[in-house]
Structure formats: C-alpha cells, structure tokens
C-alpha cells in the first residue's frame, strides 16, 4: 500500500514567518499535485510537479519535487492569514498491470496563521 | 460558482434514515469521484465514474450505493448508516479519468458534512 505522510500534522505560525511542509513517501510516484482546502471548501489544486527535482514558484509558495520523486515540500513565505487552510498532497503512482493510475492522498497539514 | 456543486451542504440522519447526496458538474468532465474526509485521516477515494460507468469501487460497504445517471451528475444514497460514517464526503470531477495526463487535476465540490445520530 502507497502512503503519503505530511509534516507536520498541525502548524501555528505569526504572520510574516516562513514554514515548510513536507510530503514522504517510501514509493515513487510519476507526478504529486499540492491542494489547498479552506474551512468548508473542498481542496483546490495548486500545483503539479513531474519531474524529479523540479522547483515551480507560485508567488510565495515555492514547490519542490525530490530527485527520486518519493517527497515534495512546500514553503511558504511571509505566510499571511489568508494561507491558513488544510494542505493536501496527492501522489499519481505508477501505473499498474492494466495501465491505470491513481492519486494517493497524503494525511494533511492543517496550518493556522495569525494576524 | 465553483463547477462542482454538492447538495446539501450539511445533513444529519439517523441510523435507519435513507438519504442521498447529489453532485453536479458543469465542466463538461468525463470522470467523477466520490471521497471520504475523516478527521485526522488522509482523503479515501469511494468510487470512480468514467463516462457513467462505475470503474472503481474502494471496498465500500453497501450501505453507499453510487449513481451516475448521466456524465453531469452523481448521486450517493445512504441507509442504515452507522456514527463512524460520520464525515465531509467529497465530490469530485476531473476531465478524464487518472489514466490520463500527469496534469489531470481534479475539480472538488464544497463537500456535504454528513452527521450519522
């Protein structure tokens, strides 16, 4: 079974400090999306990273795929109370026999940012 | 108007109730998902439709019984629920189904937070 393991698992910061979330799997996966879920919403996508190594800058977000494509993380800059919200990986695996992939959810990280 | 519209938003019923969750897509996507979100587990994909054919069924229990009567909509019916089913249940659409591209990005309803009393 291919798991997806955040830390951490909750994150309380002032606003205007940075943060790293990370997103560790023993498996590798062919592309990991990051999502964003505010309070009741449901996850909005991000970002995709494919391929292994791969930086992609979204404003303040910085989004990094590891070189053997089994981790991602996310930092977050100056984090502002409107980047509080549950951040979500997915990992595409392989694919299997028949040629299907699927998208493995991490466990999340709830991050909370105060004015 | 997010292209994904769950209803309702918030439902309570009782173990014996049956009741269904609807979902609405106006994306003009191929596949819908059904997920679990439970507190302080990771999101678990329940079933897949694929141009109204159910493709995937996660070891489900019967008491979810899905319905994809047309590639817009999606229907979840529930009875004799129990209070560990008690969760935000997730719609989601994608254009096609995760045998696409790498770039396949599913489109999530608000979710409906489903209370099992």
């Known amino acids: 079974t291919q798991l997806l393991e955040q830390s951490p698992q909750f994150l309380s910061i002032q606003e205007g400090e940075n943060l790293t979330v990370y997103c560790n799997s023993s498996s590798v996966f062919s592309s990991l999306q990051w999502y964003r879920q505010e309070p009741g919403e449901g996850p909005v996508l991000l970002v995709t990273v494919v391929t292994g190594g791969e930086v992609k800058k979204l404003k303040r977000l910085t989004f990094q795929f590891g070189d053997a494509r089994k981790d991602s993380s996310l930092h977050i800059t100056a984090a502002q109370p409107g980047d509080t919200g549950l951040y979500l990986c997915a990992g595409r695996t392989t694919p299997d026999l028949s040629g299907t992939y699927k998208y493995i959810f991490g466990t999340g990280t709830r991050l909370k940012v105060l004015a | 108007e997010t292209g994904v519209t769950q209803t309702p938003r918030h439902l309570v019923m009782g173990m014996t109730n049956k009741k269904s969750l609807k979902c609405e897509q106006h994306?003009?996507?191929?596949?819908m998902y059904w997920y679990k979100q439970s507190a302080k587990k990771p999101l678990e994909l329940m079933f897949v439709?694929?141009?109204?054919?159910?493709?995937e069924n996660n070891s489900v229990p019967s008491r979810f019984s899905p319905e994809c009567p047309n590639s817009s909509h999606l229907f979840l019916h529930l009875h004799t629920l129990q209070p560990e089913d008690s969760a935000l249940y997730l719609c989601a659409s994608s254009q096609d189904r995760w045998t696409g591209g790498v770039n396949t990005e599913a489109f999530f309803g608000q979710g409906t937070r489903l209370t099992v009393v």
């Open positions: 439709y694929s141009l109204e054919e159910r493709v």
């Open positions: 994306l003009g996507h191929n596949a």
